[in-house]
């Protein structure tokens, strides 16, 4: 089927906004399977014989490569529009199950690594940043709202992914042809889930005014001029687009580190109480945190739109620091207390997610925000790496010299508190941007979104 060219994808007159976010939704709810990747740890490293380093491969070859399509890819999905960029997304991420479906049959490892890192890990670059720019195009008057209603898609994915991965492997077999069948099915039913939201997305006519919002919600003092856009390479240029990665790099790289091992770390957390946790109840944990990052992407971001983008990173960067360090003190002590902080964390690490299209916003304008976006989740590709390495290694590392329970991850939760707290610094540095840094040419936004954007970047 030919993908229809940008043209068609604009929306006709009275086509209404409150369609784009269930598009987004229909690919972000798919490839947010990714974070279910742990329930697939204990399996492959059974059936193949693989460490748990090892088995964190495909998940994080696949974060780098959400990192580096949408860096390299930004520009072109500007350029091509967003039906372009979901139907790209659609066709990896499903071809990527397939091959790694291959690969679990045979035995080939690399090619699990292969197909739902490196191909998989496309469709999720693409896929992720394809709706941004369109939607803050729709939703000017709620930035963050609009983000975090499609981002809470890739968050709450593994929601839907982690019960029902589970239960495909309970009845097709957690061996290697089991593995196989399971990954077969879910490439095909996501590519069928992923088609409405390709079809369906539509961005908003150069003739279209967005509308304003309620009095006094964007409103600010002084003369109510429009804000030039800022381009994607001078972006680079300024030091609020790297002290933001660093904010966002630090965010994720605290918050992944749990997600990518939740199902076995909780089991080897509680391993010597007196009631330790099974494989099913692991299962529920996944779900929990899938159901905290979800939440956590539209309410945070909801809340930022209220309070400003650097209060909000403010709370989830000093408060994540709090958090990890009552775990770490805590250690197998109390289960509840456990699952609460780490909840917490993940709705601070999937707030952090939907906020920062909207900071992007408010710092650079919206004039090339999707290329803008894309560069900074180079940041995502950095702790994609970082974080299950930091958690798996030093748990290898602590259970070869003998260590059991929380002592296997306290040195973990030390290091993650280390990097919140320079990613608060980091966050404590961002001014807005110098007009030097202004695209003389660019289109600039309606003046109610730059009140807006001044609003939000001095907060």
């Not at 959400?66 to 991420?93: I, Q």
């Not at 069948?181 to 996501?190: I, P």
């Not at 280390?418 to 990613?423: E, I, M, P, T």
């Amino acid at each position: 089927m030919r993908v229809p060219d940008r043209p068609r994808g604009i929306a006709p007159e009275g086509w209404s906004r409150w369609l784009v976010p269930p598009a987004a939704l229909a690919i972000h709810l798919a490839i947010g399977q990714a974070y279910a990747w742990s329930v697939f740890k204990p399996p492959l490293e059974s059936a193949l014989g693989l460490s748990g380093t090892a088995s964190a491969l495909p998940f994080q070859l696949a974060i780098v490569m959400l990192g580096l399509s949408a860096a390299f890819g930004g520009t072109l999905v500007e350029r091509r529009g967003p039906r372009w960029a979901m139907a790209v997304s659609a066709v990896c991420f499903t071809a990527g199950f397939l091959v790694s479906a291959v690969g679990a049959a045979t035995g080939h490892f690399w090619l699990i690594v292969a197909g739902y890192g490196a191909l998989g890990g496309i469709g999720l670059g693409i896929g992720y940043i394809s709706p941004v720019s369109t939607l803050l195009k729709w939703f000017p008057d709620r930035p963050g709202m609009a983000t975090g209603i499609a981002i809470m898609g890739f968050g709450g994915g593994a929601l839907i992914a982690s019960p029902w991965s589970t239960r495909l492997l309970a009845g097709l077999g957690s061996d290697a042809p089991g593995i196989s069948r399971t990954f077969l099915v879910m490439g095909l039913a996501y590519g069928v889930f992923m088609t409405p939201g390709v079809l369906l997305v539509r961005v908003p006519p150069a003739s279209a005014r967005p509308p304003a919002g309620p009095a006094g919600e964007v409103a600010a003092p002084g003369p109510r001029l429009a804000l030039p856009g800022v381009s994607a390479r001078n972006a680079l240029r300024t030091p609020q687009f790297w002290c933001l990665w660093v904010v966002l790099c630090t965010n994720v790289t605290a918050g992944i580190g749990i997600l990518e091992k939740a199902a076995p770390m909780v089991v080897d957390f509680f391993a010597h109480t007196a009631a330790p946790v099974g494989a099913s109840a692991a299962a529920g944990f996944v779900g929990l945190l899938s159901l905290a990052n979800m939440l956590g992407r539209i309410v945070w971001s909801s809340v930022s739109d209220a309070v400003g983008r650097k209060n909000v990173y403010r709370l989830y960067l000093g408060a994540g620091a709090l958090l990890y360090l009552l775990i770490a003190l805590a250690g197998d002590a109390s289960k509840p207390l456990f699952i609460g902080c780490a909840a917490v964390i993940l709705s601070f690490y999937g707030g952090g997610f939907a906020t920062i299209p909207a900071y992007l916003r408010d710092l650079f304008g919206t004039y090339q925000v999707g290329a803008i976006h894309g560069r900074l989740l180079t940041a995502w590709s950095t702790a994609g790496v970082l974080g299950p390495l930091i958690v798996n290694a030093v748990a290898d590392a602590r259970k070869s010299a003998g260590h059991s329970g929380p002592e296997l991850y306290s040195t973990s939760f030390f290091i993650m508190i280390g990097l919140l707290v320079v990613g608060f610094a980091a966050n404590e540095l961002i001014r807005p941007v110098h007009p030097r840094h202004h695209e003389p040419h660019a289109p600039a936004g309606p003046p109610h979104a730059a009140a807006a954007d001044a609003k939000g970047a001095d907060r």
